[in-house]
DNA sequence: AAGGGCACCTGCGAGC
DNA sequence: TGCTCGCAGGTGCCCT
């Protein structure tokens, strides 16, 4: 499900909420989801605070304030329900950890395929371990502009350059749909070797990728199948797309123009990628 | 050592 | 109505 944008929203949903406050309960309906939560995990986490929130690539590193830290990942069908006070919590399937607070708020995390996880380690570990270790620069920094993409996409340069933008050690954050909407709108065939991508190419690019981003975190994210904000309601940036899931229809761009070039569907490294081979060079 | 394939899971829509 | 198949916002491990 989530990326980049998906992620932010729903860090965003968990800041407003339950920032500074103090978990006072937490229920695990299952021993496990990708990761085991392990024994530790409820002692470690009752009674603390919530001492900051950040997102870095599609992790939410909840900061506590004992010195360690949770990290969320929301898998492909990962979803965080929060409840205010008033607005009581109904148990729904699949919700696989309830954490209740000071302020009457009620967090459930709900994960149809289980995905994805909750860790609990010591905050001075997060950056010297996998995968913060190894992970690319955040794409909306100011930092990361034509150059420092270049010189990632020279990491792999053998990789087609759609491929090598969902490894997340080359950029955090951008997964399956922000990739093929991304290069849509540079104008980059996906297939192209990232070896072969001009710093011209990883200008636009990297621009790209930014406005991307930035519209959908302004929308809300996009909402497919199980993904929705903190209170519910859907993300609308889905409407938006201009070749995610749209094969067999016009292109957009070359619909002005006199070309003809329909949205095409191809599978590279077992995933779909959507593009228009007229106008996507 | 980089890159391909596949496994991890559940649910949903299409097609028969 | 009900089956089977294919596919899904991700990641990581095991091969070559």
Not at 140 to 154: E, N, T, V
Not at 185 to 200: D, E, F, H, V, W
Not at 222 to 227: A, F, M, P, Q
């Amino acid at each position: 499900m989530p990326e980049l944008p998906e992620v932010e929203t729903v860090m965003r949903g968990m800041m407003q909420a339950i920032l500074g406050k103090k978990i006072t309960s937490c229920v695990l309906n299952v021993p496990a989801l990708r990761v085991p939560f392990g024994s530790g995990f409820i002692p470690g986490v009752t009674g603390s605070h919530i001492a900051g929130m950040q997102r870095r690539g599609k992790y939410i590193i909840s900061a506590l304030d004992n010195g360690r830290s949770l990290i969320w990942h929301l898998g492909m069908s990962g979803r965080v329900r929060i409840f205010v006070p008033g607005d009581s919590y109904m148990p729904i399937k699949h919700d696989h950890a309830v954490f209740h607070f000071s302020n009457g708020v009620v967090l459930a995390y709900n994960d149809p395929r289980r995905f994805g996880f909750i860790r609990l380690e010591p905050s001075s570990a997060i950056e010297t371990t996998a995968p913060f270790n190894k992970m690319g620069p955040e794409p909306l920094i100011d930092d990361f502009d034509g150059p420092a993409l270049w010189r990632q996409l020279q990491r792999r340069k053998n990789l087609a350059v759609k491929v090598a933008l969902l490894d997340q050690g080359i950029v955090a954050g951008v997964g399956n749909i922000y990739a093929c909407e991304s290069l849509y709108s540079a104008g980059i065939n996906p297939q192209r070797l990232s070896g072969t991508i001009k710093p011209a190419e990883a200008q636009k690019l990297a621009a790209a990728i930014k406005v991307v981003l930035e519209d959908a975190i302004a929308a809300g994210g996009s909402t497919l199948r199980d993904y929705a904000q903190t209170d519910g309601s859907a993300g609308y940036f889905q409407h938006n797309f201009k070749v995610y899931d749209h094969q067999g229809e016009p292109c957009p761009r070359c619909v002005q123009g006199s070309q003809k070039g329909d949205i095409q569907r191809i599978v590279q490294a077992g995933r779909s990628t959507f593009f228009c081979p007229k106008c996507q060079k």
